[in-house]
T-cell receptor, first 114, second 111 residues
């Protein structure tokens, strides 16, 4: 079985640009969460989607948005990129919103803003 | 919201040494508790979990016990291996099921 897949694995953007990151959860998982991990720090929660609805939002500016599609895949969008948005963006999926089984994480998308 | 305090690293041990990584948390209610591990250049992997007080999570020789009285979830392993070298994260789960990660503890095991 495929795990959580994220694309692209790496990308470089210029300040002010827009970026879209994609995530496919494990088959059968209906919950997708997004985390930002700045180098040397722990991941920070950005969004959680379950059954295509937003169920949680972390303390991130409105430049960050996300959505979940009918097949439960998800996109994270970041507008007006700043240098500080450079980070590893992790997607995590779960079949029960992580209550008992925890989350399975993808390998992440490494975003560099120059 | 939740918060986590993890033992600061880096931690360097010799192979077969005993490992403890301390983790204390603040949270409303009784959250599920998790330890995740991150190997170099990779995403996070679930190491173990505990969903209620006094539960002991275990996996790959690692153990942690959910201590409600002390709001702690310390990670232990009796004999570490070089392959255990990684960053370890303690994470309670919030009311919205989000994870709150500590800053991580870098473990290096020397042969």
């Amino acid at each position: 079985d495929a795990g959580v897949t994220q694309s692209p694995t790496h990308l470089i953007k210029t300040r002010g640009q827009h970026v879209t990151l994609r995530c496919s959860p494990i088959s059968g998982h209906k919950s997708v969460s997004w985390y930002q991990q700045v180098l040397g720090q722990g991941p920070q929660f950005i969004f959680q989607y379950y059954e295509k609805e937003e169920r949680g939002r972390g303390n991130f500016p409105d430049r960050f948005s996300a959505r979940q599609f009918p097949n439960y895949s998800s996109e994270l969008n970041v507008n007006a990129l700043l240098l500080g948005d450079s980070a590893l963006y992790l997607c995590a999926s779960s079949d029960d919103r992580g209550r008992f089984g925890g989350y399975t994480f993808g390998s992440g998308t490494r975003l560099t803003v120059v | 919201g939740n918060s986590v305090t993890q033992m600061e690293g880096p931690v360097t041990l010799s192979e077969e040494a005993f490992l403890t990584i301390n983790c204390t948390y603040t949270a409303t209610g009784y959250p599920s508790l998790f330890w995740y591990v991150q190997y170099p250049g990779e995403g996070l992997q679930l190491l173990l979990k505990a969903t209620k007080a006094d539960d002991k999570g275990s996996n790959k020789g690692f153990e942690a016990t959910y201590r409600k009285e002390t709001t702690s979830f310390h990670l232990e392993k009796g004999s570490v291996q070089v392959s255990d070298s990684a960053v370890y994260f303690c994470a309670p789960q919030g009311s919205a099921r989000q994870l709150t990660f500590g800053s991580g503890t870098q473990l290096t095991v020397l042969p």
